[in-house]
């Protein structure tokens, strides 16, 4: 949930996000097959460093991998433990809910 939030990352894009994708040297994340459909390179931000430096990797590719290291398909049951807790309503959708907020953010940021 947090890269979601620091990145404004698309679920899809969180879910095929490969260690290979991840510059650190350079400070990028190299998004493969985004919806827009062409590839694009974004900033690597301080919290999604934060984030992905305290990720244990594991043998998988996959920064975010699902079952047996394969690319996640699904993270309802998590995302739905966070909305409870958080007191959202049923039908809010985490990670969408997300992306417009960092994307609220960045709209006012650029107003002044």
């Given at each position: 949930?947090?890269?979601?939030?620091?990145?404004?990352?698309?679920?899809?894009?969180?879910?095929r996000l490969q260690w290979k994708?991840?510059?650190?040297?350079?400070?990028?994340?190299?998004?493969?097959?985004?919806?827009?459909?062409?590839?694009?390179?974004?900033?690597?931000?301080?919290?999604?460093?934060?984030?992905?430096?305290?990720?244990?990797?594991?043998?998988?590719?996959?920064?975010?991998?699902?079952?047996?290291?394969?690319?996640?398909?699904?993270?309802?049951?998590?995302?739905?433990?966070?909305?409870?807790?958080?007191?959202?309503?049923?039908?809010?959708?985490?990670?969408?809910?997300?992306?417009?907020?960092?994307?609220?953010?960045?709209?006012?940021k650029r107003q002044g």
């Amino acid at each position: 949930m947090l890269m979601a939030l620091y990145t404004g990352m698309r679920r899809s894009e969180l879910f095929r996000l490969q260690w290979k994708d991840v510059d650190f040297d350079r400070g990028f994340i190299h998004i493969r097959e985004p919806k827009g459909g062409v590839d694009q390179t974004i900033p690597l931000n301080d919290g999604a460093r934060q984030v992905l430096e305290g990720i244990y990797r594991r043998e998988s590719e996959f920064v975010f991998p699902g079952r047996g290291g394969q690319q996640r398909t699904d993270i309802h049951r998590q995302a739905n433990r966070i909305r409870d807790k958080a007191g959202l309503p049923r039908d809010f959708r985490a990670l969408h809910g997300l992306r417009a907020c960092i994307c609220l953010h960045a709209c006012f940021k650029r107003q002044g």
